[in-house]
């Protein structure tokens, strides 16, 4: 009787639903801004997330606890990629790393997620204790490249946000069709006195390359609808910079 009298009525539970949809929306797009920024953002960075997705999703009214969204969302992506930590003992720090070595890691983190993925579809229900592991070994030797950590929980986290393969992109590339709008939105901005900043122009290009589908980032069915396959391209500080230097007479302000 109690659970009778206390269920959520539909509204409730759309705005539920709402809430949650929100929540991982914005741990994506941190997730995916602290990559391309290489797990360094300016202050103020997730708070400007969670108003643009409120705003993208219909709900800029939903109110959050700010300390308890905030902690939420770092705690869960510190738990999901200890590589990014200042700190974290035995494990190298991603903006520390050379371009080559960027490069060379983010090879070998695509392979473990494409290989454990494909061997949870292609095994049993249940992997044995330890697959994960001897994966990372068996693809670690296949590639010869011995030298990053490769925290399971990475992985993990990169499937549970259906982002099995990330490319980050640097110098001039096939992504530059995002020009123009990126364009259009930051003279936007600008013009009614909004300053953007180098981590709020990768994460808006990073999102019209997920809105645009671009590049081999999505396939179609027979019946012309498209499938994700969980490749994620991204562009980073370098493609920013080229970005800019692309497109200063058309900006009115470019700030690196």
């Known amino acids: 009787v109690w659970k009778f009298i206390h269920r959520p009525v539909d509204g409730e539970n759309s705005e539920l639903t709402k809430r949650k949809e929100v929540i991982e929306e914005v741990f994506r797009r941190f997730s995916r801004a602290k990559e391309s920024n290489g797990g ?42 200890p590589e990014f930590q200042s700190n974290p003992a035995g494990v190298i720090e991603i903006s520390k790393l050379s371009e080559d070595d960027k490069r060379k890691r983010q090879k070998l983190m695509n392979e473990v997620t494409t290989r454990y993925v494909r061997r949870k579809e292609e095994g049993p229900k249940k992997l044995p204790d330890g697959e ?29 946000r259906k982002s099995l393969t990330v490319m980050t992109l640097g110098d001039n590339s096939p992504y530059d069709a995002i020009d123009k709008p990126l364009v259009a939105t930051i003279n ?27 590049g081999d980032s999505a396939e179609e069915k027979d019946d012309g609808k498209e499938i994700d396959d969980g490749r ?22 470019a700030s690196g």
């Open 232 to 253: 994620e391209i991204m562009v980073d500080a370098k493609w920013w910079r080229n970005f800019l230097e692309r497109n200063k007479k058309n900006l009115v302000c």
């Open 40 to 81: 360094k953002l300016p202050p103020g960075t997730l708070d400007n997330l969670v108003e643009m997705v409120k705003f993208e999703y219909g709900v800029p009214d939903i109110s959050y606890s700010k300390g308890t969204l905030e902690t939420k969302i770092r705690t869960r992506f510190k738990k999901e990629n």
């Open 188 to 214: 936007n901005w600008l013009s009614q006195g909004i300053s953007v900043t180098r981590a709020q122009g990768l994460e808006f290009a990073n999102t019209l390359l997920k809105g645009k589908k671009m």
């Open 132 to 160: 994960l592991d001897r994966i990372i070994t068996q693809t670690k030797n296949d590639l010869d490249i011995h030298c990053f950590d490769v925290p399971k929980a990475s992985i993990r986290g990169r499937i549970n």
